[in-house]
């Protein structure tokens, strides 16, 4: 199979805030060279920074998820 744009599809991949599941957003931070990402909810202050890459932000707001589902059930 043909991937030409692997990032496009990850972007793609269900980013969700583990706190109210609005979609997410990942950013790359040109200074640091660090991906984050932050949920669209201006209420919410979800958020996970200082990534290396945009699969490693991707896993953190995964284990952000479980993490939060395990102490709130
Ligand atoms: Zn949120």
Redesign the pocket.
């Known amino acids: 199979m043909d991937r030409p744009s692997a990032d496009a599809g990850d972007m793609r991949w269900g980013w969700r ?6 979609d ?1 957003s990942v950013t790359r931070d040109p200074h640091s060279e660090t991906f984050r990402w932050e ?3 201006d ?4 958020t996970g920074f200082g990534f290396t890459s945009r699969r490693r932000a991707r896993l953190a707001l995964r284990e952000y998820r479980e993490r939060y589902e395990n102490i709130y059930r």
């Not at 805030?17 to 609005?22: D, I, K, M, Y």
């Open positions: 805030c583990p706190l109210c599941e609005t997410a949920c669209d909810d209420d919410c202050e979800a």
